[in-house]
């Protein structure tokens, strides 16, 4: 009885650190258990986890022509990131991922000056993301410190609701070659300066991985 008790008083002072104050208990527990969740990624690489616009293929429709709505509701045109790089990620707060808005503020730090990162907040894998726009942003600011732009919350796979942005993003027949859909919440595109797509980054890829690096800088 009194080993169950030790056991018991230390799971409970186990919860009791890794709960945070501003997260639930599964928050709390899918961003102490991400490091677990990425191992498991790089023991059982997925073969198109990583895809690249080798041909350098333009769009048949261009990318600038696309406008989006922030998460403040301001209307976004895309066109004025001519000339930098952007990474637009679809992502969710309650994700065994979550914690990759943490990789990506840092990845925004470190190269604000060449890449905008586009958090799209969305609700279409297992309803991980129920929270409203203004819930989802005081989230990712408090616990993540997030300050690159976040999106209004909307569909990201494939259907009539998708989002303009990720049907361009995932028909080939606008970006010229991509028909990946978003595998899950924090896949990853990269856009170049000239407004081609040039990568597709499964969630699994961390985005301050070597491959995604090496993609920001060339």
Same mark, same amino acid.
């Given at each position: 009885?009194?080993?169950?008790? &030790? @056991? &018991?008083? #230390?799971? &409970? @002072?186990?919860?009791?650190?890794?709960? +945070?104050?501003?997260? *639930?208990? +599964?928050?709390?527990?899918?961003?102490?258990?991400?490091?677990?969740?990425?191992?498991?990624?790089?023991?059982?690489?997925? =073969?198109?986890?990583?895809?690249?616009?080798? /041909?350098?293929? !333009?769009? #048949?429709?261009?990318?600038?022509?696309?406008?989006? *709505?922030?998460?403040?509701?301001?209307?976004?045109?895309?066109?004025?990131?001519?000339?930098?790089?952007?990474? &637009?990620?679809? *992502?969710?707060?309650?994700?065994?991922?979550?914690?990759?808005?943490?990789?990506? =503020?840092?990845?925004?730090? /470190?190269? !604000?000056?060449?890449? $905008?990162?586009?958090?799209?907040?969305?609700?279409?894998? !297992?309803?991980?993301?129920?929270?409203?726009?203004?819930?989802?942003? =005081?989230?990712?600011?408090?616990?993540?410190?997030?300050?690159?732009?976040?999106?209004?919350?909307? /569909?990201?796979?494939?259907?009539?609701?998708?989002?303009?942005?990720?049907?361009?993003?995932?028909?080939?027949?606008?970006?010229?070659?991509?028909?990946?859909?978003? $595998?899950?919440?924090?896949?990853?595109?990269? $856009?170049?300066?000239?407004?081609?797509?040039?990568?597709?980054?499964?969630? *699994? @890829?961390?985005?301050?991985?070597?491959?995604? /690096?090496?993609?920001?800088?060339?």
């Amino acid at each position: 009885m009194k080993k169950l008790l &030790l @056991i &018991l008083a #230390v799971i &409970l @002072i186990a919860l009791f650190l890794i709960k +945070r104050k501003n997260m *639930t208990w +599964r928050q709390s527990f899918l961003k102490v258990t991400y490091p677990l969740v990425m191992l498991k990624a790089k023991l059982f690489p997925h =073969e198109k986890a990583i895809q690249v616009n080798e /041909q350098h293929i !333009k769009p #048949v429709s261009s990318f600038y022509e696309l406008k989006t *709505t922030a998460n403040n509701g301001t209307i976004i045109d895309l066109a004025q990131f001519k000339g930098k790089k952007i990474l &637009l990620v679809n *992502t969710a707060s309650d994700c065994g991922f979550t914690a990759q808005y943490n990789e990506l =503020e840092k990845l925004h730090q /470190q190269y !604000k000056d060449k890449l $905008v990162i586009l958090g799209f907040p969305a609700n279409d894998f !297992k309803q991980q993301e129920k929270a409203d726009d203004g819930s989802i942003a =005081e989230f990712c600011k408090i616990n993540f410190g997030v300050s690159f732009q976040l999106m209004h919350k909307s /569909q990201v796979i494939k259907g009539p609701e998708q989002n303009m942005v990720f049907d361009w993003l995932s028909h080939k027949e606008k970006n010229g070659w991509c028909d990946q859909q978003p $595998v899950w919440n924090f896949s990853k595109y990269l $856009v170049n300066e000239e407004g081609i797509l040039t990568h597709f980054f499964a969630t *699994t @890829i961390s985005p301050l991985s070597e491959d995604v /690096q090496k993609a920001i800088k060339n």
